[in-house]
């Protein structure tokens, strides 16, 4: 059974930083291209950055326009585990964060169970 468990979220003042962490089990973590969402209250679901199966470093990774510069996404396939690393952030980030096997970014039910990012003074 495929399992995501996002980490890491909480509440930042605006210009902090939060890294975080979604662990996968379940299924062969470097065979998939991975890809963290999120969704903000009174907002739709917004896609943020997905990483290909072996791009441990990100390096061509892909990002919204509203995080470019901002966020870097990572992975660590001996760990079996993704990582966002957001920096500069505002009140407009605040959201709950989602990582998904971007092969199922349709089916929510596939999804994690997501983490709280609050960006508030």
């Known amino acids: 059974e495929v399992q995501l468990v996002e980490s890491g979220g909480g509440l930042v003042p605006p210009g902090g930083s939060l890294r975080l962490s979604c662990a996968a089990s379940g299924f062969t973590f470097s065979d998939y291209a991975m890809t963290w969402a999120r969704q903000a209250p009174r907002r739709g679901l917004e896609w943020v950055s997905t990483i290909d199966s072996k791009d441990t470093e990100g390096v061509s990774a892909s990002y919204a326009d509203s995080v470019k510069g901002r966020f870097t996404v990572s992975r660590d396939n001996a760990k079996n585990t993704l990582y966002l690393q957001m920096n500069n952030l505002n009140p407009e980030d605040t959201a709950v964060y989602y990582c998904?096997?971007?092969?199922?970014?349709?089916?929510?039910?596939?999804w994690g169970q997501g983490t709280q990012v609050t960006v508030s003074s």
């Open positions: 998904v096997r971007d092969t199922d970014y349709r089916y929510r039910n596939r």
